[in-house]
């Protein structure tokens, strides 16, 4: 299984906090993503990285930011919580463009009172 | 990304053979055809994925259509543990480096199998 620890796994916040959401990998991949999955909407692609301090926006990017200031680690911020981000995110790795296979991650979920 | 369609639902009875159809009839030529599914509860994980030819692994075999606008999942003997949501999904090849291998899901395939 592929090295890729998602914490916290559980979260409960209030609407208007900040939130901050990890990804760590232990396989040295270049690429990074976070994902969100929402009841009818399967997973949606929200930030990802191609390299340390490299990102770029995915569709649904808006109230988020994210940071990679180290290869093995990527960082989903929420700056001010709001309750349609009440989802499951999930953060995955991919290594070289040659096969394109992504590893995910157990998932994190966010509830947004 | 070209889009994919998949019926929402399929029944299969453990220990048989499960074919999950997948239409992709605005398919590109640079286009991969990946599937992955998603166990309850868990993160999706990576199936298997063909451009062109019929592909086998440990897992699952996939067999392509000779115009490429359709292709299908072979779960040669279901057991309990596949029950899970199938993603068919388009790759485009040759993306540039920054683009890295994101992909579309769409709402996928929930299989149930019956003991």
């Known amino acids: 299984d592929a090295g890729i620890t998602q914490s916290p796994r559980h979260k409960v916040t209030e609407t208007g906090t900040p939130v901050t959401l990890r990804c760590h990998q232990t396989?040295?991949?270049?690429?990074m993503y976070w994902y969100r999955q929402d009841p009818g909407h399967g997973l949606r692609l929200i930030h990802y990285?191609?390299?340390?301090?490299?990102?770029d926006k995915g569709e649904v990017s808006d109230g988020y930011s994210v940071s990679r200031s180290k290869t093995e680690d990527f960082l989903l911020t929420l700056e001010s919580a709001t309750s349609s981000q009440t989802s499951v995110y999930f953060c995955?790795?991919?290594?070289?463009?040659?096969?394109?296979?992504?590893?995910f991650g157990e998932g994190s979920r966010l509830t947004v009172l | 990304d070209a889009k994919t369609t998949q019926p929402n639902s399929m029944e299969s009875n453990e220990e048989e053979p499960v074919h999950l159809p997948c239409n992709h009839s605005?398919?590109?030529?640079?286009?991969?055809i990946h599937w992955y599914r998603q166990l309850p509860s868990q993160g999706p994980e990576y199936v298997i994925h063909?451009?062109?030819s019929n592909v086998n692994n440990r897992m699952a075999s996939l067999a392509i259509a000779e115009d490429r606008k359709s292709s299908t999942l072979i779960l040669h003997r279901a057991t309990l543990r596949d029950a899970a949501v199938y993603y068919c999904?388009?790759?485009?090849?040759?993306?540039?480096?920054?683009?890295?291998?994101?992909?579309?899901f769409g709402e996928g395939t929930q299989l149930t199998v019956n003991p």
């Open positions: 396989e040295n991949h270049r690429y």
């Open positions: 990285s191609y390299g340390v301090k490299d990102t």
């Open positions: 999904i388009l790759r485009e090849r040759g993306r540039g480096e920054t683009s890295g291998s994101r992909l579309t």
């Open positions: 063909g451009l062109t």
């Open positions: 605005t398919i590109s030529g640079t286009d991969y």
């Open positions: 995955a790795i991919s290594g070289g463009l040659a096969t394109g296979e992504l590893f």
